[in-house]
C-alpha cells in the first residue's frame, strides 16, 4: 500500500500540510488521521538500531530495544569491504523490520579533520572517495531490504566544540573536494531516502537555513530526490530553513513551527507551491516507509552475532609484529587490562546500543586457549587501586610466556557532545604496560578505542600491536580469532596515526574560538597534510600488516576517452600474489597525483582500491577503473570540476606511503585560465597563446616593448596590465581596451561554435 500523493496534496489543509513539516514526536512523523497518512518511526542506528517505539526518553537517549551492536563506523571502516559493509546493511534492515522502523539515522560520513573530534567513532575516515565508497556498501544494503537510509551530518559537521553554533569557515574549493564528495557519492549512486543536515553554520549561514548547500548542491547539482532532515534541534528558524530547502523539522517544535510556516504562507512570505513541495517528500517518504508498519518479522540474533564478530575481526589493523602474533598453540598466555573483562565496545551518545549480548576477551580466548590466568592492571579512569592492580599484573605477567595486555579509551574519553583535549592513552594503563614489559618482554598490546591515540609510550614495550577500534558486541571474539590466527587480519588504517597532535594539520585551527572554526588547513587534511609538510607518521593511512605477504606486480594503465568530450578514463590493472604461507586478503589502493598542477594539490590522492582474498601462494589480476574525476580539481576559475594537461602519475600500493608501482600518464585537455581582460596580468596575457599574439602585434605596432623583454617579465609579470599600462610601460589604455574587445569577441565566437569556452 502506497500513499496517493498528488490526491492527498489537494485535499490537505494548510495546517495540516504545515504540520507534516514537522514531526509529532521524538521519533515519529506527523500523521493526518482523517486522510489515512500514518506517522513513521526513525531511529539512530549507524552501527545498531536504538529503537524507542512509543514515547521516548526527553532526549532520546536511553530505553531502547536490544538491537546487534555491530562494529563502529571507525573499525568497519579498517577492513575496507565496501560488501561487507554491505551485509550490515542488510542485517540492520531485517532488525529495522522487525520493529517497525521506517528510517535509520545513519550513517555518519563526515570527514575526520582533526583526531581530536569526540564523534570520530562514528564517521569512516579522513579520505572522502574511502568514505564514499563505504556508505555505498552500507546505504545500498539497507535500502535493498525496505528501510530508509539518513546520511549525515550534511556538511562540514567536523567537531563537536560548540557544535550547534559555531561556524565553519571553510572555502569553496575545499568543500568541493573534501567535505562534499562522499555525499555526493552515495547520494547518485544509491538516492538515501533522507539526508540530515547539521547542526553548526557553514560561511556564516546554519546549514538548516543554506539555500547554496540544501538546493544549489544537493538538490540542483547532485540530483537528490529525497528528504533532507534536520539533525535533533537544528532548526534555529522554521520559516528560512523550510524556504532554504528543509523538508522535516525533528524534534517536532509543536505549538510554534507548524503555526509559524501557516502563517508564513498566509502573509505570502512562503509561497504555496514552495510549501507543496516539502510536503510532497515528507508524504513520498511516508508512502515508501510504510511498507514496514504492519510487518510481523524478527531477526536472527545468533546470525546476526556472527557477522558482527566476522566484522570485529575484519576491523583489526595489526599494526607492529615481531613473532609474537599468531598466539602458538599450547603457549602460557596471561592476560591483562580490565577492558578484557569490562569491554569498551561501541561510544557514547546518540549512537549508543543496547545490544542483544556482549563477549569477553577473557572469556574468548578462555575458550580458544585453555587456561589464561588475568589480571586488571589498571582501573577504568585511574583508581585508588592502581597500583596494588598493576602489581598483580606483573606478577600474572612472570608466570606466562606471552602477555597480551589490552589498552584503550575509557568512555569519558571519548564521546558525542565534546571533543578530545589530547590523543593520550590514561597514565595508569601506560604505568602497567611498562611494568609488565619490564617483567616479561613479550608483549602483545591490543587497543581498543574509537579515535586516533599517539603510542610513542606503547611501541617500546610492544612486541607486537592491534588495533581493534570499537568492534561492537562481538569484538571480543574478533580480536581472539585474530590473535589465535583464525583469522588472518587484513585490516587497513582508514586515518594517519601521528606522533603528535601538534603534526595534524588542523592543529592550529581547532576547534576554533567565539564561535568561528576556520578551515585554514584546506584541502590538507589526514595524510594530504602529513605528506604535502613531508611530516613523519607513526603509522600512514591505508597501513596495515599480515600473517601472510603479498606482491604487486605487473601494473599497466590504459587510457579511454578525453577531457575535451568529458569521458576520459584509465583502467589499471595489475597482479597480486600471496607469497606466504597462509591465505590472507591485501587491500590494492590506487592514488592518482598530478605532476605540474597550477594549483596547489595535494600530493597524491585515493582514487581507487580492491580488496582481494588469496590463496597461500595464488595470484590475481585485478582491475581498478578511474572515471575523469580522479583527475580532477575544482577550479575557482571555472565554477567546475577541471582537469590540466600534463603528466599524472598512477601510484599502486598498499598504503599512502608504500606504493612500489608507478605509471605515467600524459594527459591533453584544454587550457585552463581565466578570461583575459584589463585586470589580467602581463604574465596571464603572455601564457595565453591568443593573448599573447595579440600583445606581440600591438608591441609591433609601436607599443612599449618593454613587456616582452624576458628578465623584466619577471619583475613586473604579476601586475595588471592596467597598471602596466598607467605606468607608460606597457599598453597603452586604447591598446590594451582594443584587445582585450577582441579577445573577448574570439572566445565568444569559438564557445558558440564548439558549445564550450575555450577556457
Known amino acids: 500500500m502506497t500513499l496517493d500523493v498528488d490526491r492527498l496534496l489537494g485535499e490537505l489543509t494548510l495546517a495540516e500540510k504545515?504540520?507534516?513539516?514537522?514531526?509529532?514526536?521524538?521519533?515519529?512523523?506527523?500523521?493526518?488521521?482523517?486522510?489515512?497518512?500514518?506517522?513513521?518511526?526513525?531511529?539512530?542506528?549507524?552501527?545498531?538500531?536504538?529503537?524507542?517505539?512509543?514515547?521516548?526518553?526527553?532526549?532520546?537517549l536511553g530505553g531502547s530495544l536490544p538491537a546487534t551492536c555491530f562494529p563502529t563506523a571507525s573499525a568497519v571502516a579498517s577492513t575496507w569491504d565496501p560488501q561487507l559493509l554491505r551485509r550490515i546493511g542488510e542485517a540492520l534492515a531485517q532488525e529495522a523490520r522487525a520493529c517497525n522502523l521506517s528510517v535509520i539515522l545513519g550513517p555518519g560520513i563526515n570527514m575526520k579533520r582533526s583526531p581530536l573530534c569526540g564523534r570520530n567513532f562514528e564517521y569512516f575516515s579522513e579520505d572522502p572517495f574511502l568514505a564514499g565508497e563505504l556508505a555505498v556498501g552500507i546505504v545500498g544494503g539497507i535500502q535493498s531490504r525496505g528501510v530508509g537510509?539518513?546520511?549525515?551530518?550534511?556538511?562540514?559537521?567536523?567537531?563537536?566544540?560548540?557544535?550547534?553554533?559555531?561556524?565553519?569557515?571553510?572555502?569553496?574549493?575545499?568543500?568541493?573536494?573534501?567535505?562534499?564528495?562522499?555525499?555526493?557519492?552515495?547520494?547518485?549512486?544509491?538516492?538515501?531516502?533522507?539526508?540530515?543536515?547539521?547542526?553548526?553554520?557553514?560561511?556564516?549561514?546554519?546549514?538548516?537555513?543554506?539555500?547554496?548547500?540544501?538546493?544549489?548542491?544537493?538538490?540542483?547539482?547532485?540530483?537528490?530526490?529525497?528528504?533532507?532532515?534536520?539533525?535533533?534541534?537544528?532548526?534555529?528558524?522554521?520559516?528560512?530553513?523550510?524556504?532554504?530547502?528543509?523538508?522535516?523539522?525533528?524534534?517536532?517544535?509543536?505549538?510554534?513551527?507548524?503555526?509559524?510556516?501557516?502563517?508564513?504562507?498566509?502573509?505570502?512570505?512562503?509561497?504555496?507551491?514552495?510549501?507543496?513541495?516539502?510536503?510532497?517528500?515528507?508524504?513520498?517518504?511516508?508512502?515508501?516507509?510504510?511498507?514496514?508498519?504492519?510487518?510481523?518479522?524478527?531477526?536472527?540474533?545468533?546470525?546476526?552475532?556472527?557477522?558482527?564478530?566476522?566484522?570485529?575481526?575484519?576491523?583489526?589493523?595489526?599494526?607492529?609484529?615481531?613473532?609474537?602474533?599468531?598466539?602458538?598453540?599450547?603457549?602460557?598466555?596471561?592476560?591483562?587490562?580490565?577492558?578484557?573483562?569490562?569491554?569498551?565496545?561501541?561510544?557514547?551518545?546518540?549512537?549508543?546500543?543496547?545490544?542483544?549480548?556482549?563477549?569477553?576477551?577473557?572469556?574468548?580466548?578462555?575458550?580458544?586457549?585453555?587456561?589464561?590466568?588475568?589480571?586488571?592492571?589498571?582501573?577504568?579512569?585511574?583508581?585508588?587501586?592502581?597500583?596494588?592492580?598493576?602489581?598483580?599484573?606483573?606478577?600474572?605477567?612472570?608466570?606466562?610466556?606471552?602477555?597480551?595486555?589490552?589498552?584503550?579509551?575509557?568512555?569519558?574519553?571519548?564521546?558525542?557532545?565534546?571533543?578530545?583535549?589530547?590523543?593520550?592513552?590514561?597514565?595508569?594503563?601506560?604505568?602497567?604496560?611498562?611494568?609488565v614489559a619490564a617483567e616479561n618482554p613479550r608483549v602483545v598490546v591490543v587497543l581498543v578505542n574509537g579515535s586516533t591515540v599517539v603510542l610513542g609510550d606503547v611501541l617500546p614495550h610492544a612486541g607486537a600491536l592491534v588495533e581493534a577500534w570499537l568492534g561492537g558486541q562481538a569484538a571480543a571474539g574478533g580480536i581472539a580469532d585474530v590473535l589465535t590466527g583464525v583469522v588472518n587480519p587484513s585490516g587497513r588504517l582508514a586515518e594517519s596515526i601521528p606522533h603528535r597532535l601538534e603534526d595534524n594539520s588542523s592543529y592550529l585551527n581547532f576547534p576554533g574560538d567565539s564561535q568561528v572554526v576556520r578551515y585554514g588547513e584546506g584541502l590538507f587534511i589526514g595524510y594530504r597534510g602529513y605528506d604535502k609538510a613531508r611530516t613523519d607518521v607513526a603509522f600512514p593511512f591505508g597501513f596495515g600488516l599480515s600473517y601472510t605477504s603479498f606482491a604487486l606486480s605487473d601494473l599497466a594503465v590504459t587510457t579511454t576517452g578525453s577531457v575535451a568530450a568529458g569521458d576520459l578514463a584509465a583502467e589499471v590493472t595489475l597482479t597480486v600474489t600471496n607469497t606466504g604461507d597462509r591465505d590472507g586478503a591485501e587491500v590494492v589502493q590506487v592514488y592518482v597525483e598530478d605532476v605540474d598542477a597550477s594549483v596547489a594539490r595535494p600530493v597524491r590522492e585515493l582514487k581507487g582500491f580492491a580488496r582481494v582474498e588469496l590463496a597461500a601462494g595464488a595470484s590475481e589480476t585485478v582491475t581498478v577503473a578511474l572515471d575523469q574525476r580522479a583527475f580532477s580539481f575544482w577550479s575557482t576559475t571555472l565554477g567546475r570540476w577541471a582537469v590540466e594537461a600534463g603528466d599524472f602519475v598512477v601510484a599502486v600500493g598498499t598504503s599512502s606511503r608504500d606504493l612500489p608501482l608507478t605509471a605515467v600518464l600524459a594527459v591533453d585537455a584544454p587550457r585552463i585560465a581565466a578570461p583575459l581582460g584589463r585586470d589580467s596580468t602581463l604574465e596571464e596575457w603572455m601564457g595565453d597563446p591568443r593573448g599573447r599574439a595579440l600583445v606581440q602585434r600591438e608591441v609591433g605596432e609601436g607599443q612599449a616593448g618593454a613587456v616582452l623583454d624576458a628578465e623584466l617579465l619577471q619583475v613586473i609579470g604579476n601586475m595588471p596590465m592596467s597598471t602596466l599600462a598607467s605606468f607608460g610601460m606597457s599598453l597603452d589604455h586604447d591598446a590594451l581596451d582594443r584587445i582585450a574587445q577582441e579577445w573577448r569577441d574570439a572566445s565568444t565566437d569559438t564557445s558558440d561554435r564548439t558549445g564550450s569556452t575555450t577556457a
Open 149 to 435: 537510509t539518513s546520511v549525515k551530518h550534511y556538511a562540514a559537521n567536523n567537531q563537536e566544540t560548540d557544535r550547534l553554533r559555531v561556524d565553519a569557515q571553510v572555502d569553496e574549493r575545499t568543500l568541493r573536494e573534501i567535505y562534499l564528495p562522499a555525499f555526493e557519492r552515495v547520494v547518485t549512486a544509491e538516492q538515501p531516502w533522507t539526508v540530515m543536515c547539521s547542526y553548526n553554520k557553514v560561511n556564516g549561514q546554519s546549514a538548516s537555513e543554506n539555500p547554496w548547500l540544501l538546493q544549489t548542491v544537493l538538490r540542483d547539482e547532485l540530483g537528490f530526490e529525497g528528504l533532507v532532515v534536520s539533525d535533533w534541534g537544528a532548526v534555529y528558524h522554521r520559516v528560512p530553513a523550510l524556504l532554504a530547502g528543509l523538508d522535516l523539522e525533528m524534534p517536532p517544535a509543536l505549538g510554534r513551527s507548524p503555526e509559524q510556516v501557516v502563517a508564513a504562507v498566509e502573509s505570502g512570505e512562503v509561497p504555496a507551491e514552495l510549501l507543496d513541495r516539502r510536503v510532497r517528500t515528507v508524504l513520498e517518504l511516508v508512502s515508501k516507509g510504510m511498507a514496514v508498519l504492519d510487518l510481523d518479522e524478527t531477526f536472527d540474533a545468533d546470525a546476526h552475532h556472527a557477522l558482527a564478530r566476522e566484522a570485529a575481526a575484519a576491523s583489526v589493523v595489526l599494526l607492529h609484529n615481531d613473532g609474537l602474533l599468531p598466539l602458538a598453540a599450547g603457549g602460557r598466555v596471561a592476560l591483562v587490562g580490565e577492558f578484557a573483562r569490562t569491554p569498551r565496545f561501541q561510544g557514547a551518545g546518540s549512537s549508543q546500543v543496547n545490544p542483544t549480548r556482549v563477549d569477553t576477551l577473557v572469556d574468548e580466548l578462555r575458550a580458544a586457549l585453555g587456561e589464561v590466568p588475568f589480571a586488571a592492571g589498571y582501573g577504568v579512569g585511574g583508581t585508588a587501586d592502581d597500583e596494588a592492580l598493576r602489581a598483580e599484573a606483573v606478577a600474572v605477567a612472570a608466570a606466562a610466556e606471552t602477555v597480551v595486555v589490552v589498552l584503550g579509551l575509557p568512555g569519558a574519553d571519548e564521546s558525542e557532545g565534546f571533543d578530545r583535549t589530547h590523543l593520550e592513552l590514561p597514565a595508569n594503563q601506560l604505568a602497567t604496560l611498562a611494568a
Open 18 to 60: 504545515a504540520s507534516l513539516t514537522s514531526g509529532s514526536h521524538f521519533w515519529y512523523t506527523a500523521p493526518v488521521e482523517r486522510l489515512g497518512i500514518p506517522r513513521i518511526m526513525v531511529s539512530d542506528g549507524p552501527h545498531g538500531l536504538r529503537a524507542q517505539p512509543g514515547e521516548s526518553d526527553h532526549v532520546g
